[in-house]
Each structure stands twice: as C-alpha cells, then as structure tokens.
C-alpha cells in the first residue's frame, strides 16, 4: 500500500523559506513521476511543481524561480524547497505520485500540510 507523509509546513514571514518534505511508503520516487500541488482558500487546487522517474522537472510560472523540487531516492522522500515566500503562497500543500501496480495505476496523495505565509 503506497502511502505519502509529509512535514515541514507553518507560519513563516514574507520573503521567509520553508522546506516541505514527503516521504514515502510502499514505492519509490525513483521509479514513479511525483509533483507537489496546492490549494488556497476559494482556489482550485494548481500543480506548481513536477519531477519525472527521469529526473525532468516543471515549474508553474507562480513558483518558478523561487521553488525547488527535488528527491532524495536513497530516503524514498521529496522535497519542495520554497524561497521568497509570497502571502499569495498561503496554501495547503500536497504531494502527489502517480503510482503503477500490476492492477492498474493511481495518483496517491499526501495528508495536506498547511503553510502560511504572513507578517
């Protein structure tokens, strides 16, 4: 059973950095693409950042330049590196992997971590 857990969420300034780590249980990054998603209040929920199996990685245009996906296959975990947080950043986060069994594929998503951005 895959299952993703994540951390590194909370209340943190503007122009602050946060990390959000997620780790995961019953498959690998390595061998599966995963992405980080999140969902402001009243918004739907956007995709802001991707990583293939391969290693090639997607930025949404909001986050680029200041965002950095990345994975540590040894740990099973990924990670998304925010810089120069934004209020407009304010958002539950989740990460995401699209993971295929001998049955079929699904999409398996993290519990939600919230992060705040505000003075």
């Known amino acids: 059973q895959v299952q993703l857990t994540e951390s590194g969420g909370g209340l943190v300034q503007p122009g602050g950095s946060l990390r959000l780590s997620c780790v995961a249980s019953?498959?690998?990054?390595?061998?599966?693409?995963s992405a980080w998603y999140r969902q402001a209040p009243g918004k739907q929920r956007e995709l802001i950042a991707s990583i293939t199996a391969s290693g090639r990685i997607n930025y949404a245009d909001s986050v680029k330049g200041r965002f950095t996906i990345s994975r540590d296959d040894a740990k099973s975990a990924a990670y998304l590196q925010m810089n120069s947080l934004k209020p407009e950043d304010t958002a539950v986060y989740q990460c995401n992997i699209y993971y295929c069994?001998?049955?079929?594929?699904?999409?398996?998503w993290g519990q939600g971590i919230q992060v705040t951005v505000s003075s």
């Open positions: 069994a001998p049955t079929g594929c699904s999409d398996y």
């Open positions: 019953g498959t690998t990054f390595s061998i599966n693409p």
